[in-house]
């Protein structure tokens, strides 16, 4: 059994294949992301495949990691790109990929 004071919480942020965001929550960044790429993750995402994993933050505490999920989730398009970039992310990071 893993006790709560080592266990870790995830934030993170999903680019859509049509360039849009998602913002999550989770205990494991790989399991979760493969969910989302299967169909199986998020009601949003299922429309929205594939998902890339383009930002995650770490937390010790569930509730930080959920506020922050919330508060990006709140915010409007230009918002999330001014966060992302501020946590150092280039705009090329989502931007969509010519094939």
């Given at each position: 059994?893993?006790?709560?004071?080592?266990?870790?919480?995830?934030?993170?942020v999903l680019l859509c294949r049509d360039g849009s965001f998602y913002g999550g929550f989770t205990t494991d960044l790989v399991k979760r992301v493969a969910a989302h790429n299967a169909g199986k993750g998020a009601k949003?995402?299922?429309?929205?495949?594939?998902?890339?994993?383009?930002?995650?933050?770490?937390?010790?505490?569930?509730?930080?990691?959920?506020?922050?999920?919330?508060a990006f989730k709140h915010q409007s398009r230009i918002q999330k790109e001014n966060y992302?970039?501020?946590?150092?992310?280039?705009?090329?990071?989502w931007q969509l990929k010519k094939s």
């Open positions: 059994m893993v006790k709560n004071e080592f266990k870790k919480y995830y934030f993170y949003y995402t299922r429309t929205h495949r594939p998902v890339e994993l383009i930002y995650h933050e770490e937390f010790a505490d569930k509730s930080r990691a959920l506020k922050a999920e919330y992302l970039k501020r946590k150092g992310l280039k705009a090329s990071a």
